[in-house]
């Protein structure tokens, strides 16, 4: 009996050639895995695909709750936007993809995973680093990395083998959807100085287009994780479907960004998460109403760190786990409520509240009901400058400009 692969299919080009090519190559019976983490494809089509194709099980598996519950909202709650920029929905899925590729090669027998990624990408990292952490008895078979055909030539095989090529292989872009953003390359985007055509945007209207009435929505978080749109809760991939809705109508979400992959390219990709650009500046004015100084300082010191690690592959890692930890911690007072204005392309928090907030009126107003006393400021300040005081007296204060 022929060993056993189980390959994380998309119903696209590369992985429905892959299913033929592996069987060829590594005469190992195909196992095609769709993943449903919100990329709203028809999956009966795609799994029929597969079949057609000559795998011998074709299989869809709806992972969006845990998805949104335990990749998303965590990441949320860390702040984590790769380079001040990208939500990181493509690499929030690779890890969660690549676990249950491994749990059903588990439960299949199956002696490999395989997956379409190509050799110049962070996703084959994000993959192979994760199913080698979780399984590494499983070998890894990525047929795109290692057949060296071009665009031109996997399309000639494809026709060869009679395999359907999609409509969509004529369309120049490289696109990878799920609930959380839409990650946009290749074609006239490799030109760095080109503005991104308006066709490669899907979720939201051009802002120059978009009503010129603003949009309001209150978002409701408790410990972090947005619960409430509105006053009305809601789960949240409703919430997220929701916003993005009502964002991308305003024309919010749009993010085009130089970015420096972990292979060492720096390439141009456009994103698209209207729900993600709102709700990391909501979640973010929130916890400036409700952590201290220093818990907001330290936070935004692991930030990079959280996004590096989700970006570089490391889901899996001890690291990961503990940065986790701080994060879940430092959630615990993140409750309340963000109102967020949305007009023509631009987001603007306007309103905050929290049943836990710091803020406090009768401490910051200048108006009447003040309770700060400022009597207590010259004692403070004499205490607080007495260091620079001192120094400034025995050592003097070099003029900046005749150091130069
Ligand atoms: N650059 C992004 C990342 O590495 C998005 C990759 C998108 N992949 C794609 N096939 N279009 O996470």
Redesign the pocket.
């Known amino acids: 009996m022929a060993k056993k692969v189980v390959l994380a299919y998309s119903g696209g080009l590369d992985t429905s050639v892959a299913i033929k090519w592996i069987k060829e190559k590594y005469n190992m019976d195909v196992i095609a895995l769709c993943i449903d983490v919100g990329n709203e494809s028809d999956f009966t089509a795609v799994q029929q695909k597969a079949l057609k194709v000559g795998a011998i099980k074709s299989l869809v598996k709806d992972a969006k709750e845990t998805f949104v519950n335990h990749f998303v909202f965590p990441a949320l709650q860390a702040d984590a936007i ?1 380079e001040g920029q ?1 939500p ?4 929030l899925a ?1 890890p969660l993809i690549a676990k249950l590729l491994v749990d059903t090669a588990l439960e299949e027998g199956a002696s490999a995973v395989a997956h379409g990624c190509t050799g110049k ?3 084959q990292v ?1 993959f192979d680093v994760s199913v080698n952490a979780l399984a590494p008895n499983l070998k890894i078979i990525a047929p795109a990395r290692e057949w060296g055909m071009t665009r031109e030539q996997t399309i000639n095989y494809a026709q060869q083998h009679d395999i359907p090529v999609p409509i969509t292989v004529a369309s120049p ?4 959807e799920n609930l959380w953003g839409r ?4 074609g006239v985007l490799e030109d760095p100085w080109t503005e991104p055509p308006e066709e490669v945007y899907a979720w939201t209207s051009s802002p120059s287009e978009a009503p010129d009435k603003p949009g309001y929505v209150e978002i409701g978080f408790e410990k972090g994780i947005p619960v409430a749109l509105d006053g009305q809760k809601m789960d949240g991939i409703s919430l997220i479907r929701q916003l993005h809705e009502l964002a991308g109508m305003h024309g919010v979400g749009r993010i085009d960004h130089l ?1 420096n ?1 972990l292979v060492g390219i720096k ?1 141009r ?1 456009i ?1 698209e998460a209207p729900a993600g650009v709102v709700l990391f500046q909501a979640h973010q004015a929130l916890e400036a109403m409700v952590l201290s100084k220093d818990q907001l300082r330290f936070k935004q010191k692991i930030v990079p760190e959280y996004a590096d690690l989700i ?1 570089n592959g490391l889901w899996f890692s001890a690291m990961h786990q503990d940065l986790a930890a701080y994060v879940k911690s430092s959630q615990r007072f993140v409750t309340g409520t963000v109102r967020v204005k949305l007009l023509k392309g631009k987001s603007t928090v306007v309103g905050r509240q929290s049943p836990v907030s710091l803020y406090s009126h009768s401490l910051a107003t200048y108006d009447k009901g003040d309770v700060f006393d400022q009597s207590a400021a010259p004692g403070f300040i004499h205490i607080w400058g007495l260091s620079v005081k001192t120094q400034a007296q025995v050592q003097g204060i070099s003029n900046p400009e005749a150091n130069s």
Not at 88 to 91: D, E, N, R, Y
Not at 173 to 176: K, T
Not at 183 to 186: G, K, N, P, R
């Open positions: 790769y990208y990181l929905a493509t690499a690779r990408g962070n996703d994000r872009y490289s696109i990878d990650s946009i390359e290749c970015e992959r390439s990709e994103y970006y």
